[in-house]
């Protein structure tokens, strides 16, 4: 017997404000969405591959990374890169180079990006030095949109007080990073992926030294090699556009900056509903999601589903958030203002899209990753028994979605008694 949700929200339909959900399909559990509270901008892939912008408290549905749309959702960032699409501008450093402006289509579908071209076998490249928050060591995320043009590499770099950095080497013909190195500086995250109209995304994230600025470099090459080491030929170039260097531990959507010397900001973002009586069940169900979190968190936010009796309350409510620096989820319920359940489970890979399904009832709960049920960190049983019996969920009957960070390909809500591990295994292959 089939068993249909109470709600579904397999992103496809919004407006300003509003994240329609599937069922039930009179809207009464459309989500609402916030941008900042009053709004404001926020980029996303359209359907046919370009970069469009969105303003508002409009949420994005994007196709970067699949056929198929998923919500994205993201934490507050900055571009501190004050010309981001201008290489041409006396801010970015040329070493050996030469930029010629506005010779290519850029992802956004404007023919904006840059040719930067060696004049030298020797250590060429174009950089820009910006000023950190902080004289404290900290996460920084750095990011080109790069396309090939001739030499099959690249490098880029972030710099600190010299020999304070982290190099990355990368090969179109492989879609590849070919080498990541640091001095000093501790490495958390790379990247190379490539985004429709020819063009790579290239990004390096790390943990500063505690100089008061950082430097953002790039380098096109015909052989393999650091930022500034020599190559093999003088005449490589590459298409250069959308640079972004963000206090971040990831790199987050492109986020334009024209000229602002403190850089440009995009929002947090954020969906809730409440009123939803009629079709969450507080004694028994389950919460799916089909979700890939943005990136292994670097710092203490809950990055969350759940359900509760009140909007951002969290003194009654089932859920899960991802975990601070770890591939991993955990479990929990709060009841009456207390944590009864907290409970660890690995994930190969978060930020990769995984299918999770928690499975509530009195006395037993039982998580589903990936077609399996799940076993929590550091072995032990599969089904957690708790005072969870003694729980009176009456009035749990809201979704929120706190300190949000992730994409979005499906979120479910089922109420019925008709449950079954087959049925869940199923729904999370």
């Known amino acids: 017997m089939a068993i249909t949700p109470s709600i579904a929200l397999i992103p496809s339909g919004y407006k300003d404000g509003l994240i329609y959900s599937k069922l039930p399909i009179n809207g009464q559990a459309d989500l609402n969405f916030l941008r900042g509270g009053s709004g404001g901008s926020a980029r996303r892939f359209t359907k046919e591959g370009l970069l469009e912008e969105v303003s508002g408290n409009t949420p994005r549905l994007n196709w970067e990374q699949s056929n198929n749309p998923s919500l994205l959702i993201e934490d507050t960032s900055r ?7 201008e290489f041409t501008r006396a801010n970015w450093n040329k070493i050996n180079i030469t930029v010629t402006g506005n010779e290519q289509i850029a992802p956004d579908g404007n023919k904006s990006a840059d040719k930067i071209q060696r004049t030298s076998t020797s250590a060429s490249y174009i950089s820009d030095s910006l000023d950190k928050s902080s004289s404290s060591a900290i996460n920084i995320s750095g990011s080109f949109f790069v396309q090939k043009g001739l030499g099959d590499y690249g490098a ?10 982290v190099d990355l080497e990368f090969r179109y013909s ?3 990073v070919v080498l990541v190195t640091s001095n000093t500086f501790t490495i958390t995250d790379y990247s190379i992926k490539e985004v429709k109209k020819g063009f790579f995304r290239v990004s390096v994230s790390c943990v500063t030294d505690n100089h008061p600025s950082v430097t953002l470099s790039f380098s096109p090459r015909s052989s393999q090699g650091q930022m500034d080491a020599s190559d093999i030929s003088s005449d490589a170039y590459a298409y250069l556009w959308g640079a972004q260097l963000e206090e971040n531990s990831y790199s987050s959507s492109y986020i334009p900056n024209f ?13 809730s509903k409440s009123g939803l009586s009629e079709y969450l069940d507080g004694k028994e169900g389950v919460i799916f999601a089909d979700i890939a979190f943005n990136s292994n968190k670097s710092k203490s936010t809950f990055n969350s589903i759940s359900i509760q009796d009140s909007v951002g309350n969290s003194k ?3 859920g899960f ?24 489970y690995d994930l190969v890979d978060a930020t990769e899209f995984n299918k999770i399904a928690i499975w509530y009832k009195s006395g037993s709960t039982k998580l589903f990753i990936n077609g399996q049920i799940a076993t929590p960190s550091g072995g032990g049983a599969s089904t957690i028994t708790t005072a969870f019996n003694n729980y009176s969920l009456s009035v749990v009957r809201n979704i929120f979605g706190n300190d949000t960070n992730f994409r979005l390909n499906d979120l479910r809500f089922y109420k019925s008694g008709e449950i079954t591990e087959e049925f869940l295994n199923k729904l999370t292959r």
């Open 79 to 85: 571009n501190i890169v004050t010309y981001s699409e």
């Open 156 to 165: 880029i770099r972030i710099q600190g007080s010299y020999p304070a950095r």
């Open 174 to 176: 492989t879609s590849q």
């Open 259 to 271: 000229g602002t010397s403190l850089g440009v900001t995009r929002l947090k973002e954020s969906f």
């Open 316 to 318: 009654n409510l089932i």
């Open 321 to 344: 958030f991802q975990n601070t620096n770890q591939n991993s989820i955990s479990v929990y319920f709060r009841q009456s203002n207390s944590t009864i359940i907290n409970v660890s």
